[in-house]
């Protein structure tokens, strides 16, 4: 039987926090025209303003397909993709950016690759790098021989197996950035999982001045050499070190992420009691 004909139930899971509106739509626009039809769009929003959070409110009241979920506070990516995970009702994973752009057959010809290859626990698509008005960059090149070095793969570009995701216990909560490396790597050197790329480009990452912060960037090769040190193993006393600095910024972050929230809830518990 073919997949066309089985059209197994596939999870777009997508995080938003305060992504420009028309970078949003656009990403939007592009999951919703896809070609295959059996799917459900899971959008996580991750406390984001009121203007973002009245634009998804928008898409979801016009298609029954979106399930929009609010967290209370802004509780970062991986948080929020494991909370996606725990929600997901599909066989797979389409992961997509709020800011990026799948192409019109990329649901269909993931899931016919993933058919095609059963050993698969997930595989990323050829990547265009787009700019800020959508005009085509270049091609990303994707050696997977060299993922033990860095990360070769895009993350919205990639199709998981779920009960795969949930054998490994999806991602590192304490991977701030570079989550996906960390998983990757965990899958494929850890478990020993097959990842592979599929050959058709069925991905566009948006590339605009949010995205190219120095800052980000910085904090974005740290967490990969913590992501590299997970793997292989903290053995050295530098590896420990640059592991347990993940993890006390990770759990510092989402103190201080909900902290106003707690300061609300007893605020408003007093208020009651008097």
């Given amino acids: 039987m073919s997949v066309t004909t089985m059209k197994p139930l596939v999870t777009v899971l997508m995080a938003v926090f305060n992504t420009p509106s028309p970078y949003l739509r656009a990403s939007i626009n592009s999951i919703l025209s896809q070609s295959y039809d059996n ?35 802004n509780v970062g990516l991986t948080t929020c993709l494991n909370y996606g995970i725990s929600m997901a009702r599909g066989e ?18 993931s899931v016919e690759y993933m058919y095609a290859h059963p050993s698969l626990a997930a595989a990323a698509s050829k990547t265009l790098v787009i700019g800020a008005a959508g005009e085509p960059i270049k091609l990303l090149q994707m050696d997977l021989t060299q993922l033990i070095k860095r990360n070769v793969l895009v993350h919205g570009s990639t199709i998981f197996r ?12 304490h991977m701030l950035l570079a989550q996906d490396y960390e998983l990757y790597l965990r899958l494929a050197f850890v478990y020993r999982m097959d990842i592979l790329v599929i050959p058709q480009v069925l991905y566009c990452l948006r590339v605009h001045s949010q995205s190219l912060s120095r800052t980000r960037l910085f904090r974005q090769h740290y967490y990969s050499a913590v992501a590299k040190t997970l793997v292989m193993g903290p053995s050295s ?3 420990r070190a640059l592991y347990l600095i993940a993890v006390y910024v990770s759990d510092l972050i989402a103190i201080a992420a909900r902290l106003p929230l707690a300061i609300k809830r007893i605020a408003a518990n007093s208020q009651s009691v008097r």
């Avoid at 797979?92 to 010809?109: A, G, Y």
């Avoid at 779920?162 to 909560?173: A, I, S, T």
């Fill in 39 to 73: 799917f459900e769009f899971l959008i996580i929003d991750d406390g984001s303003r009121l203007v973002t959070r009245f634009e998804l409110q928008n898409f979801a009241a016009t298609d029954k397909r979106i399930l929009l979920h609010h967290m209370d506070c």
């Fill in 92 to 109: 797979f994973i389409l992961r997509h950016d709020s800011d990026d752009v799948s192409m019109p057959s990329r649901i269909e010809l």
């Fill in 162 to 173: 779920k009960d795969c995701l949930l054998r490994v216990g999806g991602y590192n909560e």
């Fill in 237 to 239: 006393s530098y590896g």
